[in-house]
């Protein structure tokens, strides 16, 4: 949530900062800006909606020269998203420019304090007061640095502040405290933004940065300090993904093409995961064995998509470990006094990492000695870093807004813990431990299947293009897959779609079918426990209602043909798995429908990738 950029070095700055920009714009696309330092007052752009409307305002009146520069691209928490609350914003008499993303919870008090002595504030953000008390701090003398250390004592909040000075071009300095923000380490060149697709393309090394820390860059230095002025070290790592990885190479979407990188993604996600011995094991941990032996209670907590991969994981996981799994939306989590207890594992799962709700979560989990273990896509961010284990998923950088192969390895993940658990507790035999991981060694050829005969979905997102209402339904595993589906179509198409378990349907939801309302229905596979039988009752009763059904239902399954308007066939797998597969016909229906709907699908409207606010 806001993409923050900030440049020092050779380059035209402007050129860097609006590259960085258009990297991370998924992070939030309600207004863009840049300021740079040159020789005077601070130059500097700014323009509500997307980066594209500033692009064209500096193409109108270009600003001058510099290679010290920072930019932002926003998500609009405090104030509307208009010019003059876009950021940067610049102190008093515009010595200093600054870039924010997280909330800064004491600003009324500052801001009657800035107007008490007299300065004008211009907008309504709680941004701009940054930028005033810097630009006092500066005034009575010091360093930038020192200035942005006095002022991040008196802040309370999330916040990660980028800041240039009109009278230092060498120097850009940033803070971080709970929002995310990383340095990219160039050749007489250095880089900071919100995550490393800012400076992909210049360099993959990079610095990452730990809480209330301070970082100055200039052309040859990079220097890290806490909020008190003492030096710490920055973690160095290499990025192991490369510019092609945040391009869309030919698609017209990058969700597009993360739907179809999905059998990459899963091959990724299971990679290395075993020793020579062929035992699971996880990536990096501070739960040992026997802590895992001792857990009397599991607890998912995530928000949105990786709320549905906890949903899919708890019904692997109870039944491989045989422990009490509850799934729990991240922002209620903390709110309602959970029993934790020294034998709780907490498993957060987020694609970014950054999610402020469950960095909430844990942070509350790990006050009350509860074990943490992170499912995460972005190393290095802020939750696994403060985990006590982290399983990375191993995605790859996932731009579009909608989650698509982050969902997909945050379920495969969730099976490989599930599996390893039932490893470690002995819950599970071997061999059948063996078996669902050659399984899943299955899937990338079963999802490239699914993918390769998708000209059906395209069809029927053409003939679905006027609803105006959808429903999906599902039982055991399928029921967070149908919402998984309903939340698809929500944030792509600005439909009013809505996911039920199938055996609700006769407690109420039914009354809302009436002839030709689309309703998926993804059918499990046939079993001992008769799940299939009766979810073929369920499509009955709505079709005997005149619902329009499109049935999900496994390959050889025959019979269904009568009740179903539309058929999407998917390989056969056991009960578990199958949401590896039917979930990725309706990743590529929604697509495929926002697309002839004239939507943004990689940036839906007032939504943000990572939201880093509570
Ligand atoms: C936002 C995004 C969703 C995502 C959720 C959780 O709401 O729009 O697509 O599922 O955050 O994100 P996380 O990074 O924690 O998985």
Same mark, same amino acid.
């Given at each position: 949530?806001?993409?923050?950029? #900030?440049?020092?070095?050779?380059?035209?700055?402007?050129?860097?900062?609006?590259?960085?920009?258009?990297?991370?714009?998924?992070?939030?696309?309600?207004?863009?800006?840049?300021?740079?330092?040159? &020789?005077?007052?601070?130059?500097?752009?700014?323009?509500?909606?997307?980066?594209?409307?500033?692009?064209?305002?500096?193409?109108?009146?270009?600003?001058?020269?510099?290679?010290?520069?920072?930019?932002?691209?926003?998500?609009?928490?405090?104030?509307?998203?208009?010019?003059?609350?876009?950021?940067?914003?610049?102190?008093?008499?515009?010595?200093?420019?600054?870039?924010?993303?997280?909330?800064?919870?004491?600003?009324?008090?500052?801001?009657?304090?800035?107007?008490?002595?007299?300065?004008?504030?211009?907008?309504?953000?709680?941004?701009?007061?940054?930028?005033?008390?810097?630009?006092?701090?500066?005034?009575?003398?010091?360093?930038?640095?020192?200035?942005?250390?006095?002022?991040?004592?008196?802040?309370?909040?999330?916040?990660?502040?980028?800041?240039?000075?009109?009278?230092?071009?060498?120097?850009?300095?940033?803070?971080?405290? /709970?929002?995310?923000?990383?340095?990219?380490?160039?050749?007489?060149?250095?880089?900071?933004?919100?995550?490393?697709?800012?400076?992909?393309?210049?360099?993959?090394?990079?610095?990452?940065?730990?809480?209330?820390?301070?970082?100055?860059? %200039?052309?040859?230095?990079?220097?890290?300090? +806490?909020? &008190? #002025?003492?030096?710490?070290?920055?973690?160095?790592?290499?990025?192991?993904?490369?510019?092609?990885?945040?391009?869309?190479?030919?698609?017209?979407?990058?969700?597009?093409?993360?739907?179809?990188?999905?059998?990459?993604?899963?091959? &990724?996600?299971?990679?290395?995961?075993?020793?020579?011995?062929?035992?699971?094991?996880?990536?990096?941990?501070?739960? /040992?064995?026997?802590? @895992?032996?001792?857990?009397?209670?599991?607890?998912?907590? $995530?928000?949105?998509?990786?709320?549905?991969?906890? @949903?899919?994981?708890?019904?692997?996981?109870?039944?491989? %470990?045989?422990?009490?799994?509850?799934?729990?939306?991240?922002?209620?989590?903390?709110?309602?006094?959970?029993?934790?207890?020294?034998?709780?594992?907490?498993?957060?799962?987020?694609?970014?990492?950054?999610?402020?709700?469950?960095?909430?979560?844990?942070?509350?989990?790990?006050?009350?000695?509860?074990?943490?273990?992170?499912?995460?896509?972005?190393?290095?961010?802020?939750?696994?870093?403060? /985990?006590? $284990?982290?399983?990375?998923?191993?995605?790859?950088?996932?731009?579009?807004?909608?989650?698509?192969?982050?969902?997909?390895?945050?379920?495969?993940?969730?099976?490989?813990?599930?599996?390893? @658990?039932?490893?470690?507790?002995?819950?599970?035999?071997?061999?059948?431990?063996?078996?669902?991981?050659?399984?899943?060694?299955?899937?990338?050829?079963?999802?490239?299947?699914?993918?390769?005969?998708?000209?059906?979905? =395209?069809?029927?997102?053409?003939?679905?293009?006027?609803?105006?209402?959808?429903?999906?339904?599902?039982?055991?595993?399928? =029921?967070?897959?149908?919402?998984?589906?309903?939340?698809?179509?929500?944030?792509?198409?600005?439909?009013?779609?809505?996911?039920?378990? $199938?055996?609700?349907?006769?407690?109420?939801?039914?009354?809302?079918?009436?002839?030709?309302?689309?309703?998926?229905?993804?059918?499990?596979?046939?079993?001992?426990?008769?799940?299939?039988?009766?979810?073929? /009752?369920?499509?009955?009763?709505?079709?005997?209602?005149?619902?329009?059904?499109?049935?999900?239902?496994?390959?050889? &399954?025959?019979?269904?043909?009568?009740?179903?308007?539309?058929?999407?066939?998917?390989?056969?797998?056991?009960?578990?798995?199958?949401?590896?597969?039917?979930?990725?016909?309706?990743?590529?229906?929604?697509?495929?429908?926002? %697309?002839?709907?004239?939507?943004?699908? +990689?940036?839906?409207?007032?939504?943000?990738?990572?939201?880093?606010?509570?």
């Amino acid at each position: 949530m806001c993409g923050i950029v #900030g440049y020092v070095g050779e380059k035209q700055a402007q050129d860097v900062v609006i590259e960085g920009l258009r990297r991370l714009e998924y992070r939030g696309y309600d207004s863009a800006g840049i300021a740079l330092v040159v &020789d005077g007052p601070i130059a500097w752009a700014k323009k509500a909606g997307k980066l594209a409307n500033l692009e064209k305002e500096l193409a109108e009146s270009p600003l001058p020269g510099s290679t010290t520069g920072i930019g932002h691209t926003r998500w609009a928490t405090h104030g509307a998203p208009n010019d003059v609350n876009a950021h940067p914003h610049l102190g008093g008499h515009h010595r200093v420019a600054l870039v924010h993303n997280g909330i800064i919870e004491n600003f009324a008090e500052l801001r009657a304090e800035i107007e008490a002595a007299g300065d004008e504030l211009r907008s309504e953000t709680d941004t701009e007061i940054a930028a005033h008390l810097i630009e006092r701090a500066l005034a009575e003398g010091g360093t930038l640095t020192e200035a942005m250390q006095q002022v991040c004592a008196r802040l309370e909040g999330a916040f990660t502040l980028v800041a240039i000075d009109a009278e230092d071009p060498s120097r850009v300095v940033a803070a971080r405290r /709970s929002s995310p923000l990383v340095v990219g380490l160039g050749d007489g060149e250095n880089f900071l933004g919100s995550d490393v697709a800012a400076f992909i393309q210049h360099t993959r090394e990079a610095l990452e940065l730990g809480q209330d820390q301070i970082v100055t860059i %200039t052309r040859d230095d990079v220097s890290v300090t +806490d909020f &008190d #002025g003492r030096p710490v070290e920055g973690t160095r790592y290499h990025v192991d993904w490369d510019l092609s990885a945040a391009e869309k190479d030919g698609y017209d979407w990058f969700m597009r093409k993360e739907i179809f990188e999905q059998p990459r993604a899963i091959g &990724d996600a299971l990679l290395g995961r075993h020793d020579p011995a062929g035992r699971l094991q996880l990536d990096e941990g501070r739960i /040992s064995d026997d802590e @895992l032996r001792e857990v009397d209670k599991i607890i998912i907590v $995530a928000c949105g998509t990786a709320f549905y991969a906890g @949903l899919v994981a708890k019904y692997a996981i109870e039944h491989w %470990t045989r422990i009490p799994c509850e799934v729990e939306l991240a922002h209620e989590f903390r709110y309602r006094d959970p029993i934790l207890t020294r034998s709780t594992l907490v498993v957060a799962i987020s694609q970014s990492g950054e999610t402020a709700d469950t960095l909430m979560a844990i942070r509350h989990a790990r006050t009350q000695r509860a074990k943490v273990l992170a499912i995460c896509n972005t190393n290095g961010s802020t939750i696994p870093r403060e /985990s006590d $284990a982290v399983l990375y998923t191993h995605a790859g950088p996932e731009i579009g807004v909608a989650s698509t192969k982050g969902f997909m390895t945050q379920m495969i993940a969730a099976y490989l813990l599930g599996l390893y @658990l039932a490893q470690v507790r002995g819950t599970s035999y071997a061999d059948e431990i063996a078996r669902v991981v050659t399984e899943l060694g299955d899937m990338p050829g079963h999802v490239q299947r699914i993918l390769d005969g998708s000209d059906d979905l =395209y069809a029927l997102a053409e003939e679905l293009q006027q609803a105006r209402v959808v429903l999906f339904l599902g039982r055991h595993v399928g =029921y967070p897959i149908a919402l998984e589906g309903a939340l698809k179509l929500k944030e792509l198409a600005y439909l009013h779609a809505e996911g039920f378990a $199938a055996g609700e349907l006769k407690h109420g939801p039914i009354a809302l079918i009436e002839p030709g309302l689309p309703v998926f229905c993804v059918v499990p596979p046939r079993g001992r426990d008769q799940l299939h039988e009766k979810m073929v /009752s369920a499509i009955q009763e709505i079709r005997a209602r005149g619902a329009r059904t499109i049935v999900m239902v496994e390959d050889d &399954d025959t019979g269904i043909e009568e009740f179903a308007d539309t058929i999407i066939r998917l390989p056969r797998v056991s009960t578990l798995l199958q949401p590896v597969l039917a979930v990725v016909p309706l990743q590529l229906f929604a697509c495929e429908l926002a %697309t002839r709907l004239g939507h943004d699908v +990689d940036q839906p409207r007032n939504l943000a990738k990572s939201v880093t606010v509570e």
